[in-house]
Every structure is written in structure tokens, then in C-alpha cells.
């Protein structure tokens, strides 16, 4: 049976409608799991940075600043960086002569609570410089040290504790950057900033900062290295720069410039930094090899010549980053190791969507948004009903093998396809033009198969391919416009003839992106992208590929698309198009999207489906001044539809939705949906239309204070259907944090699930003349599930950690009340009698412990114990304390891992 899952009603909603409205920072929450606390706590700037002035005052440099409003700012004031005269020992204690120079930065301002007042506590920073690094020296004062909040995470773990950030631009474009932080507990945070409003976490730079708490505060002291930047390599510079301050016990974050919460854009807004006069650093070449020993413990079965329930296997290799020229930056491996430490989660997919799971592996993360395509310019973008396709996924690279393996009593096929190497360069290929290019080739994998007589063979299951990326970015006019071009392949070297029919033999994409402001003020934008894709391939895989969930072509009536049995390549296109406005409490959003037929992506991407028209229409309302209770509060209405190529109108409907941020740091968002009765060209699974009866939907989440040592969240989502259908489910949890180091979070989940037509399968029956020849027959199915997902975080130190985690997952499904469809276009049913029994339990025990040890900046060591139990049963009836016992039963399979990474630079 094959990996199933649910999709919460709602859920992707609800994940766009809290983007906006919480702090978009690292490890920000998603949608239908606990919220975790960095969606608020941390300090890298998308959704709410705030605004302020640059000062080398140092008079009242220990008196608390006043809380009346601040001095008006200039739109860029500038940050003046100082040439080190000395050594700075990066120790968290600003002994250094630089330190006291007066070049500070003083006048911080509010975003949160009181958006544009002077900041509560006085914050000083200087910049300092030499050719190697950019060195930062900032002291918070505080007049109460014994309450500043000092809680040690994991690196880029965000807890809430007091944070010192600084920001930079270092290619001065406006749009791009990075972020650097420190808590009071001396926890480092990284990531990149990019579309001036979004920020990724994923990428890690080898830099050093501490924090040192005293008498007067705490004070931060940062060394970061150009070789971690890409950065103009010569001449005098001049940066964007920023700086902020969270003060957690007083609810407030502070800014030397922020982004109000009537506009858009914060990286546009950053001052310059001045002073750094010529700078040379040598050159930036980074090494990182490593090694790995892991033993696999795994259930087998007797007589199986490739399992016998253990196996030990060495790895090495090693990756490189250097700097190109002034402008680009290399990273490439010899026998990568892209394993990761965390497992995915357990689901029970019963759509006919491919589960899209995230990727985890270092070389991939990294840098990842270089990448990003189709939402560039805007700060923010609306979908009803409409996914973008995510036009390069890079967890298509080294993935599950796609052949099918002969039958057999004994297989042993690889996990993934191993990764022969891989290269990445990025940078800016010309002053104006920012540019990323991947490219991977993964191995030819075999399945080992064998007889129970001793009969053994090999089997291609997959053949040596490429996969390449290009994309490049340029903006105009000081960014009112800009464009965009990505470029995607993937080419495939078949020995095995039988897999020629299974997979498509090359696959291209080319896409166009950007935006344009529609105004001198900027609060009007239109952005979007257009694409084309073109694959080749046997006609027995293009027959393959156009009956496939993605397209259905056989649909019998669908006059606009059918099956060519003897093509050998599938065309299509596709664009998304929003107007959207940027500035005002008044907000508006509408949007045009379309993806042709033969749209398929899939190679290299991740595409849901095609053969879609989708149109909205939004607008809605923001309160930002804070009032007895509330902080902040916004509500959205949006119209949508949806059409195929056929003309005929599929899902449309209503949707309202709000959000409201307390001034006790509580938060509360609330959904709300109809859907009138519409058309569904996917239920019969490449069969006829079907009616889809009206529908409502509705959900809440609701998150208490993360700086708690008790944080709450629940999530509830419901739907309900005139035709019966019916869907409940609820995420509570609860964190629990006894010490600065230590935290418990527990979220339990259940979901009730009543579809009165489920589809279960379709038979060929020549007297259905109405149906096309064809039973499309369903079912009435009553599912439970109940998950939960377990974390104990323990912190020792900075650079030691260890995280374990555990998600025990059992979902039952049980049928009844089997029919056929009786007509197209409706949602009448005769009884039908089905033979073979549907029903199912799936039981999943998952869970895994990693100790994290930085040993030296760069350099880790990872052990990590990884134990999964599964089982399935084709019983139906949901018996929590039998399943329970059931799964905790089951045999354990146990993986053990040892990996040691060294960094140095020759």
C-alpha cells in the first residue's frame, strides 16, 4: 500500500493569509502543525521591520532613550565603518579602542508595539573593517540586566530571547542581501535576504559573534568574513546596511529603519554604509571534506541473499567554494553527501497529487533562493484555489529510482540515485545581472534481484542523468521594473531499452519573469511569469505521461484533449499575472493564471496539474495603530474561479479571512469559505465530468506567547458538503521551556474524515454506454487519524546541541456503501458491487536523535540515530489502543550515523 495523506481544508490558505502577518523569519510555521516560535521571535526582516535614524551622538550613551516620537529620519541616513587600527578578539566584550569611536549608531525606533516611537533602551553599534572582514560592535543597554532573557537553541533554532542583528547589502542592488545575529545567550542565526522582502534561512556562513551579558546590558561582538558574501572585490564599496534590537520581556523590536506595515519592501530601505576604503580580500576558497560511517538494523526476511538484517557502509568526499573573479561564487563536490538527519513525515496520500515533501540536504538548501521563480517584485502575493508550479525542485535530484523492478521474491533497489557530483555557481555575471546555475549528474542504480531457488539477476531501475538550472535576474530604474529568465533540463542515458517506456528521455523548460511599478509612488505593481515546457520520449511514455494524474488526456469528454499514441514529445505553457497594491491600509490583489494541457514541469519541478484557467479578485483592510487590546489587525475577502480549456467552470466560490495580533503577543487567525455547486474534471480520475455539490469551509488558529515557559497553540479546520461529505481536525500543542536550554513541545493531532464519494477504482464495462464504457466506481469512506509530533531540544552550548523527535501516526480507513457514476456532468450513483476490500490501517512509528557539535567554525560532528516501525493491514476499524500496542510492537529498523566535517581554507 502506498503512502497516503490528507490535505487539511484550508490549510494552504491559511499559511498565506499568516505570512504577512507574522515576523517571516527563520523556520517559520506552516500550516496545519504547531507554530514554531522563530514565526514571530526572530529578527530576519520580511513582513514587519521598523524605521529610524542613524546617529554618532554618544552623550546620553547610558540613559534609557525617551519613549516620544522620534526626530524625523532621512530616507537613507548614512553608517560610517572605521579601518581597524588593531586585532579584535571576538569575545563579547568591547574592550577594543574601536569600540569606543564616534562613529555610533544610536536612535533606534519601534516597529513593535508603538510602530515609529523612539526605542525604550538605548542600543549603540559601530562598523569596523579590515581586508578580510566586516567586524561589528554593538552594547544594549538595559537597566535591569537580571531579566534580559539569555536562552541557548540550536543555530538558526529560534527561541524567544533577546537579539542583536545586523543586515547587509553588499551588492547594493536593493533587493538581495544577508542577515547575522546573536541572542544574549550567544545562539548565532544566518540566512539571506532576497525580492527585498523575503529571507531564507537554510544558507550557513562560517563566521564568529558573541554576546556577553554585564552590569549595563549585554553587548554583541561580530567578525564576518567577505568569503562568505558575494561582494564586489576591490575598490571602496559602499553597502546597505541595517540593524535590530529585540527586547522580548517588553514585547518591542527596534530598527534603525523599518518597513511599516501599510508598505512594502525593507532591504530597499536600508541606509549605506560608508568608509570602507579599498578594500582586497585575498582569495575565497573554502574546503569541506568529510566522512560518514553508517549502520543500517533493518527488518528482513528469512532467505533473503541482500538483507540480513545488518549492514555497515564508509563514505567520503568533499565540497569546494571558492570566489570567481570579483563577482561569483563556486560551490561544487566529488561524491557529495546529501544524506539528512531528519526524517520525513508520516502520511496517507489517497488524492491523485504526488506528496511533496521539503528538501533538507545542505548542498541544496543553500542558496536556494537564487533560484526562486514567478513572485518577484511584489511583497506579497494572493492564490484562491491556484498553486504556482515550483519550477525547479531539487529533491528530483539523487530521488527514489523511477523504473520498475521486475518481479521477484527478493529485491534490494537503492534508496536514491547516487550522486555522481554536483556543481553551483552564483553571483553576478555582470554589474546589473544576477545569476545562478546548478548542474548534477546522478548514477546509474540497478535493483539486485533474486529467486528463492538462488536465482540472481540485475535490473536497471535507473539510467545516468543530468539535470541542469540556469536563472538570471536584472532590475531597472532603480527596481520600478525588472526581469527574469530560468532555464531547466534534464537528459537521460538509457542501457536498458524497458526503461525508455518508463521515463521521459529529455525534458525542457524556459520560463520569463518580472515586474513594473505602475506609479512614481510605487503602491501599484504587476508582476508574474510566463513558461514553456517541451518533453521527448517513446511514444509508450508519452502515452504514459498524458494519462498521468498531472494531465488525464483520456478524459472521454473532453473534446480539447486525447491521447496521440504516437507522439514522442508533450508542448505546453503556462503564465500567472497579479496587479497588487503596495502601500495604504486598503489593500487589493487580483490575478490571472493559466497552464495549457501540456504544461509538465515535472522533471525538474513540481507540478500539481494542468489544463487550468484560475482568476481572482481580493481586496481588504489593515488596522496598525495599537488600540486597549489589540496591536494590529487585517481582514481579506477574495472572489475566485477556476475553468478548464474545455470552457467548463470548475471550482469557484468565496473566501474570507482575518488576523489579529494582541498586544500581550497572543495571535488569532479565522477563515471562512462557500463554495457553490461546480464541476470536478479530476474526481473520476481521468474519467468524465462530475458535479461537485456546494460546500463550506472554516478554520481558526490561536498561538499564545511564545517567550512563555508555557506556549499554547490549537488549529481547527472544518468543511461540510450538501452531499453529505464532512471534515473535522484539530492540532493543539503545547511547549514547554524549564530552562534557557531545555524545551518540551508536544502536538497531538486528530482528524475525522467523512467522504460520501471517495474514488476507489475504475472497470471496463461495455454496457455503461453512458459512462463511456467505463464504471467509475466510489465509495462512502469514514477515516480517523491520530498523529502527534514530540521534540526534546536540549542546548549544552552554542555549538552543542542535541534534538530528538518522534511522530507515532495511525490512520484508518473504512468503506461502505459502493456505486458507480451514472451519468456525466452529475452526482448520481447506482449501487455497484465491488469484490476486493479497500479498507486499510497504516501504523508509523518515526522518530530520530541528533547531537550537534561545532567543533571549530565550520567543522561538525553529527551522530544521529534514526528508528522507523510500519505496518499496514487492510482492516478498517479505527482501535486506538490496539494500534497503539500494535505499532509499538512492531520490529524496529534502526540506522546509526557518524559524520565529520572539516572546514579550512588553504
Known amino acids: 500500500m502506498s503512502a497516503r495523506s490528507r490535505r487539511r481544508p484550508g490549510a494552504p490558505f491559511l499559511a498565506a493569509l499568516l505570512l504577512p502577518a507574522f515576523w517571516s523569519a527563520p523556520g517559520a510555521a506552516q500550516s496545519g502543525a504547531p507554530a514554531d516560535s522563530a514565526a514571530r521571535d526572530s529578527l530576519a526582516a520580511t513582513a514587519r521591520p521598523a524605521a529610524a535614524e542613524v546617529s554618532a551622538d554618544t552623550a546620553a550613551r547610558h540613559a534609557p532613550a525617551p519613549a516620544a516620537k522620534a526626530p524625523a529620519a532621512p530616507a537613507r541616513p548614512d553608517v560610517h565603518a572605521v579601518r581597524l587600527a588593531g586585532r579584535v578578539t571576538v569575545d563579547g566584550i568591547l574592550s577594543e579602542p574601536v569600540w569606543g569611536g564616534d562613529n555610533a549608531c544610536t536612535l533606534f525606533v519601534q516597529r513593535v508595539p508603538r510602530e515609529g516611537a523612539s526605542a525604550s533602551l538605548r542600543t549603540e553599534v559601530r562598523v569596523a573593517y579590515d581586508d578580510d572582514a566586516l567586524y561589528i560592535g554593538a552594547r544594549m543597554h538595559d537597566p535591569a540586566p537580571d531579566s534580559i532573557q539569555a536562552r541557548l537553541s540550536r543555530r538558526d533554532a529560534s527561541v524567544a530571547a533577546d537579539r542583536f542583528a545586523v543586515y547587509l547589502d553588499p551588492y547594493h542592488d536593493r533587493r538581495t542581501g544577508y542577515y547575522f545575529m546573536v541572542n544574549a545567550a550567544g545562539t548565532l542565526y544566518d540566512g539571506t535576504l532576497s525580492n527585498d522582502v523575503s529571507n531564507d534561512k537554510s544558507w550557513d556562513g562560517v563566521w564568529a559573534g558573541r554576546a556577553r551579558v554585564d552590569g549595563a546590558g549585554w553587548c554583541v561582538e561580530m567578525r564576518i568574513p567577505y568569503s562568505q558574501m558575494r561582494i564586489e572585490r576591490a575598490g571602496s564599496p559602499v553597502w546597505g546596511i541595517n540593524f535590530a534590537r529585540n527586547i522580548p520581556r517588553r514585547r518591542e523590536e527596534d530598527f534603525l529603519v523599518f518597513r511599516p506595515r501599510k508598505e512594502s519592501g525593507f532591504v530597499s530601505r536600508f541606509p549605506d554604509l560608508h568608509g570602507m576604503d579599498r578594500i582586497s580580500p585575498g582569495p575565497a576558497v573554502e574546503l569541506m571534506p568529510y566522512v560518514t560511517s553508517q549502520g543500517e538494523y533493518l527488518a528482513h526476511t528469512p532467505g533473503d541473499p541482500f538483507n540480513d538484517g545488518s549492514e555497515v557502509a564508509w563514505n567520503g568526499g568533499g565540497d569546494l567554494r571558492m570566489g570567481i573573479a570579483s563577482r561569483m561564487t563556486l560551490n561544487g563536490s566529488i561524491n557529495p553527501d ?84 554536483a556543481l553551483k555557481l552564483t553571483g553576478r555575471i555582470t554589474p546589473a545581472w544576477n545569476f545562478g546555475t546548478l548542474h548534477a549528474v546522478t548514477d546509474r542504480e540497478m535493483a539486485r534481484l ?25 532590475a531597472f530604474a532603480a527596481r520600478r521594473f525588472g526581469i527574469g529568465l ?107 493564471g493559466t497552464l495549457s494541457p501540456g504544461h509538465e514541469a515535472n522533471d525538474l519541478g513540481y507540478q500539481k496539474l494542468a489544463d487550468l484557467v484560475n482568476a481572482h479578485i481580493g481586496t481588504g483592510y489593515k488596522w496598525t495603530s495599537p488600540g486597549r487590546v489589540r496591536r494590529y489587525q487585517s481582514v481579506k475577502v477574495g472572489l475566485f474561479g477556476n475553468w478548464d480549456y474545455g470552457g467548463n467552470a470548475l471550482t469557484h466560490g468565496v473566501q474570507a479571512s482575518g488576523y489579529s495580533e494582541f498586544n500581550n503577543d497572543d495571535t488569532w487567525s479565522y477563515y471562512g469559505s462557500f463554495r457553490p455547486q461546480s464541476l470536478d474534471n479530476r474526481r473520476t480520475r481521468g474519467g468524465p465530468l462530475m458535479l461537485s455539490p456546494p460546500s463550506w469551509t472554516a478554520g481558526t488558529e490561536f498561538q499564545t506567547d511564545t517567550q512563555h515557559k508555557l506556549y499554547y497553540y490549537l488549529s481547527v479546520d472544518g468543511l461540510q458538503s450538501d452531499a453529505g461529505t464532512w471534515y473535522v481536525a484539530t492540532y493543539p500543542a503545547v511547549e514547554w521551556k524549564p530552562s534557557s536550554a531545555l524545551s518540551l513541545k508536544i502536538g497531538p493531532g486528530w482528524e475525522r474524515f467523512h467522504e460520501d464519494a471517495q474514488y476507489v477504482t475504475t472497470e471496463a464495462d461495455p454496457l455503461a454506454t453512458e459512462t463511456f464504457g467505463r464504471r467509475y466506481v466510489f465509495g462512502t469512506l469514514d477515516q480517523t487519524t491520530v498523529s502527534a509530533s514530540v521534540r526534546l531540544n536540549w542546548t549544552f552550548s552554542p555549538r552543542l546541541s542535541l534534538e530528538t523527535y518522534a511522530q507515532p501516526y495511525i490512520s484508518s480507513g473504512a468503506y461502505t456503501n459502493f456505486r458507480s457514476l451514472v451519468r456525466p456532468r452529475s452526482y448520481d450513483f447506482a449501487p455497484h458491487t465491488y469484490g476486493d476490500n479497500p479498507d486499510f490501517t497504516a501504523f508509523s512509528l518515526k522518530g530520530d536523535a541528533v547531537l550537534r557539535w561545532e567543533y571549530r567554525p565550520g567543522s561538525v560532528l553529527f551522530l544521529v540515530w534514526t528508528q522507523q516501525r510500519y505496518d499496514e493491514s487492510a482492516v478498517g476499524e479505527f482501535d486506538l489502543p490496539n494500534s497503539i500496542d500494535h505499532v509499538t510492537g512492531l520490529p524496529p529498523e534502526n540506522v546509526f550515523l557518524v559524520k565529520l566535517t572539516y572546514y579550512f581554507t588553504p
Do not use: C
Request: no cysteine; net charge neutral; aromatic share 14%.
Open 338 to 421: 546529501f544524506g539528512q538527519v531528519e526524517v520525513d513525515p508520516a502520511v496517507v496520500n489517497l488524492t491523485d497529487v504526488e506528496t511533496f515533501l521539503e528538501e533538507k540536504r545542505p548542498f541544496f538548501v543553500e542558496g536556494a533562493s537564487t533560484f526562486d521563480f514567478g513572485r518577484q517584485g511584489a511583497g506579497d502575493y494572493w492564490d484562491y484555489q491556484w498553486e504556482d508550479p515550483l519550477f525547479f525542485y531539487s529533491r528530483r535530484i539523487g530521488r527514489e529510482p523511477q523504473g520498475k523492478a521486475p518481479s521477484a521474491s527478493f529485491k534490494d533497489v537503492p534508496a536514491g540515485a547516487r550522486i555522481l557530483g
Open 450 to 474: 533474486a529467486t528463492r531457488g538462488g536465482k540472481t539477476w540485475e535490473a536497471e531501475v535507473e539510467p545516468l542523468t543530468y539535470y541542469g538550472v540556469a536563472r538570471g535576474q536584472r
Open 486 to 592: 530560468i532555464g531547466t533540463a534534464a537528459a537521460r542515458s538509457f542501457d536498458d531499452p524497458k526503461l525508455r517506456t518508463q521515463l521521459n528521455s529529455a525534458s525542457f523548460l524556459g520560463g520569463i519573469d518580472g515586474w513594473a511599478y505602475l506609479d512614481p509612488r510605487r503602491t501599484w505593481i504587476l508582476s508574474g511569469w510566463s513558461s514553456a515546457t517541451h518533453v521527448q520520449g517513446d511514444p509508450a511514455q508519452m502515452v504514459r505521461l498524458q494519462r498521468s494524474s498531472t494531465h488525464y488526456f483520456q478524459r472521454p469528454d473532453a473534446g480539447h484533449v486525447e491521447v496521440d499514441a504516437s507522439a514522442n514529445s508533450l508542448t505546453g505553457w503556462g503564465s500567472r499575472y497579479w496587479i497588487n497594491k503596495e502601500k495604504g491600509a486598503t489593500q487589493f490583489n487580483a490575478a490571472v
